[in-house]
């Protein structure tokens, strides 16, 4: 019996608080200006990018389209109303913003990572590793560490294991409390078949998890538990997800993962 599906968390903001948005966005935006309406619009992307810091994307969203229609050109904007809707999973309205904010910007390093990664999470692969690349060319961009997180998740949806070590690696080097990262490697591990550091690794993943308040790390630390036999452990693991996170995108994975132990099935 398959214990977990194909598809990953999406929740690349969620588990990062959106950090790296919120300084790329900031840096970008915060030049003083006299015209009313760029000002209104700067002053409702800062409301939403808090808006979006906790979790309330709906309210978020109506104070970016209010921005936007103050001020269509403003880069910043067009980038968060594309993480807004990737947190939606409105991957097409995601990518024509996230686009938006590139032509306004053609050096909006930021908004490029995330367009790679709306582009993987719809299968396009190539597309997404053009954008890479030009990211990793940018040695001005400082949130280097998400661009080889992207790659690593590129090259674990690809099926190339060693590759995505390597590059999620690289990533934990200067981003070491990164839930994504910590996951993905652990996973990248486990679908290797190396499945004591897999287990090794997504162990120390739920406490970095816990604290970007995502389910992600118990959920794969379980799983690797499971395959690895230790039934009891892998039990503990998806009951404390339960009970932290009832909310969270995997509990209902982990709850037929709890009737299934209790069953006793194989």
């Given at each position: 019996?398959?214990?977990?599906?194909?598809?990953?968390?999406?929740?690349?903001?969620?588990?990062?608080?959106?950090?790296?948005?919120?300084?790329?966005?900031?840096?970008?935006?915060?030049?003083?200006?006299?015209?009313?309406?760029?000002?209104?619009?700067?002053?409702?992307?800062?409301?939403?990018?808090?808006?979006?810091?906790?979790?309330?994307?709906?309210?978020?969203?109506?104070?970016?389209?209010?921005?936007?229609?103050?001020?269509?050109?403003?880069?910043?904007?067009?980038?968060?109303?594309?993480?807004?809707?990737?947190?939606?999973?409105?991957?097409?309205?995601?990518?024509?913003?996230?686009?938006?904010?590139?032509?306004?910007?053609?050096?909006?390093?930021?908004?490029?990572?995330?367009?790679?990664?709306s582009y993987i999470e719809t299968g396009r692969y190539n597309r997404a590793e053009e954008m890479l690349k030009i990211a990793l060319d940018d040695l001005t961009y400082v949130n280097y560490p998400l661009t080889y997180l992207n790659y690593g998740i590129l090259e674990f949806k690809k099926n190339n294991f060693a590759k995505a070590i390597n590059y999620l690696k690289k990533a934990l080097e200067k981003d070491r409390e990164n839930c994504e990262t910590q996951v993905y490697l652990g996973r990248s591990f486990l679908e290797a078949g190396d499945l004591t550091s897999a287990v090794a690794q997504l162990e120390r993943s739920v406490s970095f998890c816990s604290q970007a308040?995502?389910?992600?790390?118990?959920?794969?630390?379980?799983?690797?538990?499971?395959?690895?036999?230790?039934?009891?452990?892998?039990?503990?693991?998806?009951?404390?997800?339960?009970?932290?996170?009832?909310?969270g995108r995997n509990r209902d994975k982990a709850e037929k993962m709890i009737s299934l132990i209790k069953k006793g099935s194989p």
């Open positions: 019996m398959q214990t977990e599906g194909t598809n990953t968390s999406r929740g690349f903001l969620t588990a990062v608080k959106i950090a790296f948005l919120s300084l790329a966005i900031f840096a970008f935006t915060s030049c003083a200006t006299n015209d009313e309406k760029v000002s209104k619009a700067q002053n409702r992307l800062e409301l939403a990018l808090g808006l979006m810091r906790g979790g309330n994307y709906p309210a978020a969203l109506k104070e970016l389209l209010q921005a936007e229609n103050d001020d269509s050109r403003n880069a910043g904007v067009q980038a968060a109303l594309g993480a807004v809707y990737f947190e939606r999973e409105k991957y097409e309205l995601s990518e024509k913003h996230f686009l938006n904010a590139l032509r306004l910007r053609p050096d909006y390093t930021q908004a490029r990572n995330d367009l790679a990664r308040e995502s389910d992600m790390g118990h959920y794969y630390s379980a799983i690797a538990l499971y395959r690895g036999q230790f039934v009891d452990k892998a039990l503990l693991r998806f009951e404390e997800l339960v009970t932290l996170f009832p909310n």
